[in-house]
Every structure is written in C-alpha cells, then in structure tokens.
C-alpha cells in the first residue's frame, strides 16, 4: 500500500491557515481539529460524570460545584501541557507553551467554543468509530514529530542518545495531563479531590493510550534510525529476518508517520469498536479492558 495519500495529506494539515497565517499566527488545521476534539471529548466526559454522580445520590440532594470556564480552561491546558511540563522540566528544555502562548490561546479558545455549543451528543459507536480514524493521525503528529524533537536535539548527548529518555518523555507527554486530572477529579461535577488516578488502578496500564505513546514512538524512531540504538536495532532485526545484503536504510520520516498515524487509527478503532460492543462480548476482555 502506497503511503503518498496519507503523506499528503499530513503536507496540507500542518500548513498555515487563514486568517491566522494574515499575522503571521502559524496554526494548522490539524491542531484545531486536535484541540476542538479534545475539548468535545471533555465536555461529553463532564457531562457523562455529572449523570452517573446524580444517580449515585438517588432522592439525596447531590452535591454539586458550579462549574467554571476557568477550570473547564484549566483542565484542556494541563491535559496538553501537563506531561510537557514535566519532561520539559527534567530535560531542562523551555517547554512550547512558555515560549509560545498560540498553542495555549487555540485550545482555550476551542473550549470556549465547545462549552458555548447549546448540546453535544452522546458518545456512540457511529460518533467515536470515525473519529478513532482522526485521533490516529492527531496522536501519530505528537508521538512522532512533536514528542522525540526535544530529546535527539538535546544539547547534552548522552541524553540525544538515550533511547530510554525518548520512550520515557513519549509516555509522560502524551499521558502526564490526564494523570495529572484524573488524580485531582478536574472532570468530576464536586469540587477537586485528590484520588487514584485511573492509569493506576487495576488493570489502568493496559489503556491503549497509556502503552501506545512509547510503541509508537519506539516504532517511529527505529523505522528513522532516530537514534543510534534504533539503527543497530534495524539492523539486527533486519539479519534476523534474513536479511544478509546491504545495511539496512531509515525510512523518510513522513512515510514513517503515515505509518505509525495507520497502525493508531486501527488501534483506537479496535479499542472503540471492543468499547462498545462490535468485536467481542465481555468474558476474559472483561479483565483485560481495552481503554
């Protein structure tokens, strides 16, 4: 299968668009549809929270905070931001919203447009299994582009080299934010509360978000050769393989992008179609979530 369609189309969503481009705002149209995305996903989880703790109370009056867009605000940037912070502050790198604030102003700006939208419907198989298709490629551009930037540019080398670095900043990156509102309840309808975050809970690690993020970008960086432990690593899969010819070559990183954003769509569309009911039915799958 060709990946030049999908190489494309990647070209066309990180190009400028109007009217940002006017001033020389650089935003493209796959981070609206990252941020308008995910603030959906929030608002529908808020609400989803705000049910189930209403039924929990029964007759009894629920006790409920008035929620605010600060805080509604507030928990889309620590989901974006919070596991950058983190790395960024362990790599001793500036991280992108302190020397930015574009990235900050899009998605403050998608959650005043999602929280202003009168209703949102439901999550649902024939709303989520087409959208597992645009997560994939949304995820594949952090996991792939934005993640291992900071890393192999390191001034220092050892760290430029490390590939546990590399898969331990993927997994805080892309999983840091929602630990960090899981554990304070930003999403629950009460006030903040310190609980165990979902990541840690039973069975928590086998989230297909949570153990993604490092594959993906462990599978981005040996298809580059991002790293020189990647590339002896190729090569040793390559001759374990049969292949005894010439050294084996990185792949372009677009075509490895495409990749990885096909292998995420598949898996987030395996994970959506389990969730609700089209692959398998409950039984051993029942311990073994699909998350």
Known sequence: MSLQPFITLYRYALEPIAP?????????????????????ILRQTKEDLYAKHQRRSGDKPALVEERSFLRDACTSLTIKFGGEAVISSLLAVPPSFVLSGVSPGVYIAAQAIVEYIP?????????????????????????????????????????ASSPWTLLLSSLVIANGGFFITSMFSFLEPTPLTLTTPAAIK??????????????????????????????????????????????????????????????????????????????????????????
């Open 119 to 159: 209703v949102i419907p439901s999550m649902s198989l024939s709303t989520e299994l087409p959208l597992s298709v645009v997560d994939g490629f949304t995820r594949a551009l952090l996991l792939c582009s934005l993640t291992p930037k900071p890393v192999i540019t390191h001034a220092s080398p050892i760290i």
């Open 202 to 291: 039973p069975y928590g690690w086998t989230a297909t978000d949570l153990w993604c993020a490092p594959f993906i970008t462990g599978l981005y960086a040996l298809l580059t050769h991002a790293q020189p432990f990647w590339a002896e690593l190729h090569s040793v899969i390559s001759t374990v393989l049969g292949n005894t010819g010439d050294k084996v070559g990185p792949m372009d990183p677009e075509a490895a992008r495409a990749l990885c954003a096909l292998i995420l769509a598949g898996m987030f569309s395996t994970r959506t179609a389990k969730n609700y009911g089209l692959v398998w039915k409950r039984s051993v799958a029942e311990k073994i979530k699909i998350q």
């Open 20 to 40: 940002f481009s006017w001033f020389g705002i650089n935003v493209c149209s796959i981070e609206l549809v990252a941020a308008l995305r995910l603030c959906t």
